[in-house]
């Protein structure tokens, strides 16, 4: 079983930044697609970025420019710099990863960081 953490969320306040974290327990090489999502209460959860499977990355529209994925293989961590931080920001952050084994599809979810923008 596959268990992802995320850390890093906290009180900001607008034009602030924070970097989130996503430590796997196991190698993220081995994921198929690994990324970013945000959830408010009231709506669903939405990406925000994340590798995919051909290797590139992605980005929803609203962070294109403020917000950067990368990930250490080596640590088996996954990261989300995110700047210039607007109150619309706030959200709970979620990363997620998905693999095969024996052609069968499995994904996992973080059990969530919070992320508060405000003065």
């Known amino acids: 079983q596959v268990q992802l953490v995320e850390s890093g969320g906290g009180l900001v306040q607008p034009g602030g930044s924070l970097r989130l974290s996503c430590a796997a327990s196991r190698s993220i090489d081995s994921f198929n697609s690994m990324g970013w999502y945000r959830q408010v209460p009231g709506k669903q959860r939405d990406m925000v970025a994340r590798f995919t499977s051909g290797g590139t990355t992605d980005y929803a529209d609203s962070v294109k420019g403020r917000f950067t994925i990368s990930r250490d293989n080596a640590k088996n961590t996954m990261y989300l710099q995110m700047n210039s931080l607007e109150p619309e920001d706030t959200a709970v952050y979620y990363c997620?990863?998905?693999?095969?084994?024996?052609?069968?599809?499995?994904?996992?979810w973080g059990q969530g960081t919070q992320v508060t923008v405000s003065s």
């Open positions: 997620a990863a998905d693999w095969y084994h024996d052609n069968q599809g499995f994904g996992a």
